[in-house]
């Protein structure tokens, strides 16, 4: 109640505000202690002056729990070999500095959990990324909301959040489940699934089975894609993920996900088939140091066209142990740029002259046209590379 009064300050007292508001929304019956934030809203490109001015009006606090950033619009270091002009690098750094300011980790990343920021099984937490939220409650059995800036930034300044939602047990049981037909193979598979699959159930919580041993970097792309297309912060995958042999299955609707299934959730994603490409991207979450690998690989000994950019995004400690094993290296030498701190959807890509651009993930590829005013190509990361050396689909 003291904080309620304002007798920490009027920033502590919005911050509570916000979450008794959203408790009352969702009739929670108290605020819970959480682990961790993981805070969005960090470009200057989604957030633009206004939300500026709310960082910087809060900023005179600091945050009580571990608390990192999502993507921001541009590499903090190599903006400028982007492209970014110098008008918006200035506002990024204002946000950037706002954030640093409230005591949050300018991790910059929408993959924490592979940098640090990994809650543990059963842990409460407060995050925002769609992405992470999702890949959170699903593959690590943490538990949170699908929080927005705001409601992750008074979290992290109160150290609660409200107790509804996937914090509950009843929440997190499945509403549909999905019995796979085909077998996957790239990360393109797994995201097609979770676009064609999002977009079923909406926010609803589904059960897979048939899928096998899939990786790290599957699982990622899974969770992005259903979070995506739907408003999904929670799957379950039968003998895989952490809750799923303890919940009941049974009296819920059941659908097939078949290879032609997979081959129409491939060409919905894309909105040309051919032509020329300005620009290849991968990272979508940010790529994992197993991505980064695969993109070495492929692009090996050969050069990325005249015309077209390969450009490649993940996080700093990624980047760092890419650079150790050599991945950065063979990605460089062959002309491919790697970037940290952002996206190609967060980042400016309307305002850098790109018109095409080939991509492996799902969730790009449906916010790219209108976020980045692009038209898009979807496909396999080896496919997206190929682009790249040709310059064209
Ligand atoms: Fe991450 Fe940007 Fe995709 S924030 S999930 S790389 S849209």
Known sequence: MSILRGDNGTVKKKAMEILVALGEIFNANKLIDVGSTQISGVSYKTIGDAGLQWVESMSSEKVVIPSTLNPTGMDLHLWQQMGISQEFAAKQIQIINAYSKLGVKSLCSCTPYLSGNTPKFKE????????????????LGARTNREG????LAAALIGKTANYGYH???NRQPTICVDLDVHLHEESDYSALGIS????????VPYFTGIKNPSVDSLKSLAAALAASGGVALYHVESVTPEANSIKVGGIEMIN??????A????????????PVDLVTIGCPHASLSEMKKVANHVKGKRIANNTKLWVFTSVGVKLMAERF?????????GGEVYTDCCMVVAPIEELGFKTMAVNSGKAAIYSPSASKVEVIYGTTGRCVDIAVKGFA
């Open 197 to 204: 699959i999002g977009k079923k159930v909406n926010n609803g």
């Open 264 to 275: 129409s959730s491939y060409d919905s994603l894309s909105t040309i088939q051919s032509g």
């Open 149 to 152: 800036g705001p409601s992750a």
């Open 168 to 170: 509950l047990d009843e």
């Open 257 to 262: 996900f078949t290879s032609d299934d997979l």
């Open 326 to 334: 050599g991945y950065l290296r063979d990605i460089v030498k062959a």
């Open 124 to 139: 409460h937490i407060a995050w925002a990324e769609s992405s992470a939220v999702c890949y959170a409650n699903s593959v």
